[in-house]
């Protein structure tokens, strides 16, 4: 799985990919096995599989709720290496 973290990087990626059909899971992170569902359903649905992790701070009326919201890069990496994803999108700020 190649990790992007630009869409310069991955619109090359899916220009080489670009005789496939794409799914596409946009999540905030945290993943849990309704994630893991979507991911499933992408790879039956679709040649090639691209799984974005970006929490979104409007989506938060509270600030609170954004500096408290479950943070876990590492294990959903390793979610998405299990999965077989084919490219994690991983925008930074």
Known sequence: ???????????EAL?????????FVPTMGFLHHGHRSLIHE???R???TI???????T????QSDLENYPVS????LLVLEQEEVDRCLLPRL
Do not use: R, W
């Open 51 to 57: 799984v974005s992790i970006f929490i979104n701070p």
């Open 59 to 62: 989506q938060f009326n509270n």
């Open 73 to 76: 890069l590492k294990e959903d």
């Open 42 to 44: 992408s790879k039956k």
């Open 15 to 23: 220009d080489i990919e670009s005789n496939k059909s794409i799914g």
């Open 1 to 11: 799985m190649q990790v992007v973290n630009q869409l310069q990087e991955l619109n």
């Open 46 to 48: 679709s040649d090639f």
